[in-house]
């Protein structure tokens, strides 16, 4: 005998005191079946599926047709079982798009600077340069004299320095015989070849380390951050004065950077499999004097510190 699907009538669920109200049976069913699927197990035959779930197989079945109807499941045209559809990917794509990364990345860079006691910052790459599109001061009274919208060199910074170590090694050629490598303290990186084995090691730890080369008096650490296509889309660190950022603590702060890059990483996509579809979000910048790679999806905010509320 066929399962019964049943509905709580809206009537008695408004009225419904437990916690439970509103909920709806045949939804809950539907979502159970469409979350079954995995890179594990892509595809189901009806009564393995049923199985999988403790249903009925008439009811499973019931539900598959109607998935179908909407385009959320299809039938594989060669085993004939069912997977998930390409209404799926559409939906998927939607919240891609919907991903603001200034929007996910503001907690984490507030709460790395909650933990850490320094500035953070996050940056893009754009034709040599990282431009810092978000900045989150610390409450200490020695701070970074940086600022949103404005551009650094690549090779003498910390974000710069994890953005560069993600490019092609062709891309790194072109911006450095376009650019040059410029000497901004003693400890600047202005030979290609130390160039490329500092963005090799930056690949191997994870993480970069600003050692006053482009401010004197000046130590930053950053981290990559890497979207649902795999990509390193951005960077994200902290820094502050070496009395403070000593050599000791470089090892504790790259740490709780990698652990924030990679929870925003892992906000944005990281790691989950199937093509999404690019996001195309506008750039909103409260600087007159520079525009913003479009490419970058990104918001770029006044400087705030950490705590301070965020608003709209």
């Not at 798009?97 to 709460?111: I, M, Y």
């Not at 130590?219 to 004065?241: K, L, Y």
Request: hydrophobic share 40%.
């Amino acid at each position: 005998m066929a399962e019964a699907v049943s509905a709580v009538p809206v009537s008695e669920a408004q009225s419904a005191p437990s916690s439970g109200r509103y909920r709806i049976q045949a939804i809950e069913r539907a979502v159970s079946i469409l979350n079954a699927f995995s890179a594990e197990h892509p595809e189901y035959g009806v009564t393995e599926l049923a199985d999988e779930l403790g249903l009925h197989k008439s009811t499973v079945h019931r539900f598959l047709v109607n998935l179908e109807a909407a385009g959320l499941v299809e039938r594989s045209p060669r085993t004939g079982r069912f997977r998930l559809g390409l209404r799926i990917l559409e939906l998927g794509g939607l919240v891609m798009q919907r991903l603001s990364l200034w929007d996910e990345a503001l907690p984490f860079l507030e709460s790395l600077v909650r933990d850490t006691g320094e500035t953070g910052h996050l940056a893009v790459l754009d034709g040599g340069e990282a431009i810092y599109i978000e900045k989150v001061e610390t409450n200490r009274a020695l701070r970074i004299p940086s600022a949103v919208g404005r551009g650094y060199p690549a090779h003498a910074t910390n974000l710069g320095k994890v953005l560069l170590a993600h490019c092609s090694g062709e891309e790194v050629a072109e911006i450095v015989g376009a650019r040059g490598l410029d000497r901004y303290t003693p400890q600047t990186i202005t030979d290609i070849d130390s160039l490329h084995e500092e963005l090799g090691r930056i690949r191997d730890q994870g993480y970069a380390v600003d050692d006053e080369e482009y401010d004197e008096g000046l130590r930053c650490i950053g981290a990559p951050i890497v979207d649902h296509r795999g990509e390193v889309v951005a960077a994200m660190g902290v820094g502050g004065p070496v009395t403070r950022v000593t050599p000791e603590r470089v090892s504790e702060l790259s740490d709780l950077v990698i652990a924030a890059a990679e929870g925003l990483s892992r906000r944005l996509g990281a790691g989950s499999s199937g093509p999404y579809s690019t996001a195309s979000l506008k750039i909103r910048t409260n600087t007159e004097d520079r525009v913003l790679p479009a490419s970058a999806g990104l918001r770029a905010r006044p400087a705030r510190s950490a705590g301070q509320q965020q608003t709209t």
